[in-house]
């Protein structure tokens, strides 16, 4: 794969890294030669993205997949236990978000506390620990 940039050595955390988007980023960032963490709830999704890194020759980087619900601070403090057996992540990438039903009227407030709290306060908490980390270990990241 030719990149014009290389991430050899940098290891990024990616949420809602199953589909999508974020299964995007972590083949970009992979082919780049990044160690990609893909993150979200849906383990078997993370799962196949990560096996699909891991085993094209198309990446020059490997992947990892890492149960965390960025709605759960619980939930994301344990991911990042478990993140650090893979290497402290220096890129994160906020990606996990979520939809509501298309009309404002169908719209129940539980529902739409459940866009706010994955797309708004789930970036927030996980930029928060990310950064918590970094200031810890004494490292830069973005």
């Known amino acids: 794969m030719n990149n014009i940039f290389d991430l050899t050595g940098n290891t990024a955390l990616i949420t809602g890294g199953g589909t999508g988007l974020g299964q995007q980023f972590a083949r970009c960032m992979a082919g780049a030669g990044a160690r990609v963490i893909l993150t979200g709830r849906r383990l078997e999704k993370l799962n196949a ?29 344990a991911a990042f236990t478990e993140i650090g057996g893979y290497g402290h992540p220096t890129i994160l990438v906020n990606n996990a978000g979520t939809v509501a039903k298309p009309l404002l009227l169908e719209i129940s407030e539980s529902d739409w506390d459940a866009v706010l709290d994955t797309n708004l306060k789930g970036a927030w908490l996980v930029a928060n620990e990310f950064t918590r980390q970094l200031i810890q270990k004494n490292m830069s990241g973005s």
């Open 49 to 77: 993205a990560a096996d699909h890194i891991n085993n094209c020759s198309d990446y020059s980087g490997s992947a990892y997949a890492v149960a965390m619900d960025v709605t759960d601070r619980e939930s994301i403090a």
